[in-house]
Nanobody, 121 residues
Framework: QVQLVESGGGLVQAGGSLRLSCAAS????????MGWFRQAPEKEREFVALIGRSVNTRYADSVKGRFTISRDNTKNTVFLQMNDLKPEDTAIYYCAASIWWETRTDQYNYWGQGTQVTVSS
């Protein structure tokens, strides 16, 4: 079992930056592939970024070049650095843990409660 808690969301103007954190407790997050997902109002939850146990990464096309996922296994924390934010990035952002290298939400067993990111134009 692993518990996940996101933080770092907020309101930012377009072009600004935010850094999200996901703190894990329970079983160490280094045992899992860690993903960030987001869900905008009236939309499906979608994949944003993924970091593997060997620190390989994968990104959704919509965030490539703007977002960077990283992890600090000594602190059991995963980060999502978001630069050049756009209004369409507005959503609740969730981190999740999976034993699989997957972008599908149904492959993730553990989820945080989410943190709101709002980008104003």
């Amino acid at each position: 079992q692993v518990q996940l808690v996101e933080s770092g969301g907020g309101l930012v103007q377009a072009g600004g930056s935010l850094r999200l954190s996901c703190a894990a407790s329970g079983r160490t997050s280094s045992s899992y592939n860690m993903g960030w997902f987001r869900q905008a109002p009236e939309k499906e939850r979608e994949f944003v970024a993924l970091i593997g146990r060997s620190v390989n990464t994968r990104y959704a096309d919509s965030v490539k070049g703007r977002f960077t996922i990283s992890r600090d296994n000594t602190k059991n924390t995963v980060f999502l650095q978001m630069n050049d934010l756009k209004p369409e990035d507005t959503a609740i952002y969730y981190c999740a843990a999976s034993i699989w290298w997957e972008t599908r939400t149904d492959q993730y067993n553990y989820w945080g409660q989410g943190t709101q990111v709002t980008v104003s134009s």
